[in-house]
């Protein structure tokens, strides 16, 4: 079991930036591969950007450029940096681990709730 908590949301203006955090705990943080989703108000939850326990990352296109992904696996941390934040960004944020192997072992923080707006 990993438990997953997020942290770094808030309300930020148009062009401004953020740096969400994951903490994970109760399991090997190396073996998993980690990611973060995004759900508006109106929409389906989304993929935003993973990297894989061999660091090899993936975005979604409407975030090139952008945001950055990043983790530490010493200290069980997952980052997503955002920079250049647009109103279309705001969503609450979640982090998920997935077993780079057993994929039925798929675990999902809370959410962080990120609201781009002047």
């Known amino acids: 079991q990993v438990q997953l908590v997020e942290s770094g949301g808030g309300l930020v203006q148009p062009g401004g930036s953020l740096r969400l955090s994951c903490a994970a705990s109760g399991a090997d943080f190396s073996v998993y591969n980690m990611g973060w989703y995004r759900q508006g108000p109106e929409d389906l939850r989304e993929l935003v950007a993973t990297?894989?326990?061999?660091?090899?990352?993936n975005y979604a296109d409407s975030v090139i450029g952008r945001f950055t992904i990043s983790r530490d696996t010493w200290n069980s941390m997952l980052y997503l940096q955002m920079n250049s934040l647009k109103p279309e960004d705001t969503a609450v944020y979640y982090c998920n681990a997935e077993h780079r192997t057993l994929r039925a072992l798929d675990f999902w923080g809370q959410g962080t709730q990120v609201t781009v707006s002047s």
């Open positions: 990297i894989s326990s061999s660091n090899v990352t």
